[in-house]
């Protein structure tokens, strides 16, 4: 059983700053890609930033102004949101692709989702 974990949402006025993290834990035999999702109410959830061993990807709307990172030691993954927005208001979820052993297939674990509202 693996578990993604996200912590740091919150209540922001627009032109602050967040740090998200995303605890990734249980039976993890490695970690490929990790990334980060939002999904705003009646909208369709959408990429925000992904990250590899060697390399980010970014949103055009985010680019710039959010970095991710992580810590493969800990796997954890972190986003820092800097001059948030109001159209950043949403629900930011975590994303690993995983194995789980080592002849086993990649697949897709999700987090339960942490709450980022950027008021005007």
């Known amino acids: 059983q693996v578990q993604l974990v996200e912590s740091g949402g919150g209540l922001v006025q627009a032109g602050g700053s967040l740090r998200l993290s995303c605890k990734a834990s249980g039976n993890i035999f490695s970690i490929n890609t990790m990334g980060w999702y939002r999904q705003a109410p009646g909208k369709q959830r959408e990429l925000v930033a992904t990250?590899?061993?060697?390399?980010?990807n970014y949103a055009d709307s985010v680019t710039g102004r959010f970095a991710i990172s992580r810590d493969n030691a800990e796997n954890t993954m972190y986003l820092q949101m800097n001059s948030l927005k109001p159209e950043d208001t949403a629900v930011y979820y975590c994303?690993?692709?995983?194995?789980?052993?080592?002849?086993?297939?990649?697949?897709?674990?999700w987090g339960q989702g942490t709450q980022v509202t950027v008021s005007s």
């Open positions: 994303n690993a692709n995983l194995k789980t052993s080592r002849l086993g297939v990649r697949k897709d674990s």
């Open positions: 990250i590899t061993s060697s390399s980010t």
